[in-house]
C-alpha cells in the first residue's frame, strides 16, 4: 500500500513525524508537509507566487505553501505513483465541529478527496502533543483495517481522538459533526510603535454536542470519526429561495 502523509503543523512537527513512523510498516510511506505551520489555512491555494520543493535529511519532502498546496503538488507534479490512500496530521488540537471549516488537517485530506483518493484526517485533541502515543495507535489500527478492508467509493474521514492513555479510551463512535458558540471576541494589542494590532480569539464552547457527535464522542472518551462531504448546498432551503425570486 503506498500512503501520503501530510499535515497543516509543518513536516518538523512531532504529530507527523510519529504518525509517518506507524505507518510504515504498512506500506510505503512519502511525506509531503507544509515548511512551516499552516494551522487555520483552510484550503487555500497558492496562486500568486511559485512553490519550491525540498527534501529534509529524514526524507520528508516540505513545501513553501498550504496544506492543500501540498497534495496538490504531490499528486500532479511530484509524485510518480497514485497514492492508495492519503493520511492528514496528526493534528496539534482537535478539529470538531466548525474547526473543520478553518482546518489545514482536514484541507490536505480534502485535496485528497477531490482527486478521488480515500483520505483521513487526524486530530489529537489537546494540544501539546499530551498522549501522542495514543493516537498514533488509533491512527495505525484505522490505516491497517483499510488495508484489510479497502474501502470502496470516495472516503473523507475526520478523526478526533481524546487526549487519555489508549487504555482509557471507550471505543469508536461514528459521528456527526457538533456545533459551537461563536469565538471569544479578537483580543486587541498595540505593537512597541503604537500600531493596533489583533489576535483571533479562541474558539467557543460546544453549543450542540450530544451523544451522537463529535462533542460527545470526546467528552466520553471515545474516538470520534466523522464522515464528510463537500456538498455545502442546503437542500432545505432551495424551495423557499425560488418561492422569494418568483414572489
Request: one cysteine or more.
Amino acid at each position: 500500500m503506498r500512503i501520503l502523509v501530510s499535515n497543516d503543523d509543518g513536516y518538523t512537527a512531532a504529530g507527523i513525524e510519529a504518525l509517518a513512523a506507524a505507518l510504515r510498516p504498512l506500506g510505503e510511506v512519502t511525506v509531503v508537509a507544509p515548511e512551516t505551520n499552516s494551522s487555520g489555512a483552510s484550503n487555500s491555494l497558492t496562486l500568486r507566487r511559485p512553490l519550491y520543493v525540498r527534501q529534509a535529511p529524514n526524507g520528508f519532502h516540505y513545501i513553501n505553501g498550504t496544506p492543500s498546496d501540498c497534495v496538490h503538488v504531490a499528486l500532479h507534479g511530484l509524485l510518480d505513483f497514485r497514492p492508495d490512500l492519503l493520511v492528514s496530521g496528526i493534528n496539534n488540537g482537535a478539529n470538531m465541529g466548525e474547526d473543520t471549516l478553518y482546518s489545514g488537517t482536514v484541507a490536505a485530506a480534502t485535496e485528497g478527496y477531490l482527486f478521488g483518493i480515500p483520505s483521513m484526517a487526524f486530530s489529537l485533541v489537546q494540544r501539546d502533543w499530551k498522549h501522542l502515543d495514543c493516537a498514533v495507535q488509533v491512527a495505525r489500527e484505522l490505516v491497517d483495517r483499510f488495508r484489510a478492508r479497502p474501502w470502496v467509493g470516495p472516503l473523507l474521514l475526520n478523526v478526533n481522538i481524546p487526549a487519555v492513555p489508549y487504555r482509557d479510551l471507550t471505543g469508536f463512535r461514528t459521528t456527526r459533526l457538533g456545533r459551537r458558540h461563536p469565538a471569544e471576541p479578537v483580543i486587541r494589542s498595540t505593537t512597541p510603535y503604537g500600531d493596533a494590532v489583533y489576535w483571533i480569539g479562541p474558539v467557543g464552547h460546544a453549543l450542540d454536542g450530544g451523544p451522537e457527535t463529535d462533542f460527545g464522542a470526546i467528552e466520553a472518551r471515545a474516538v470520534s470519526m466523522t464522515p464528510l462531504n463537500l456538498d455545502l448546498t442546503d437542500h432545505t432551503q432551495t424551495a423557499a429561495v425560488s418561492r422569494w425570486m418568483d414572489a
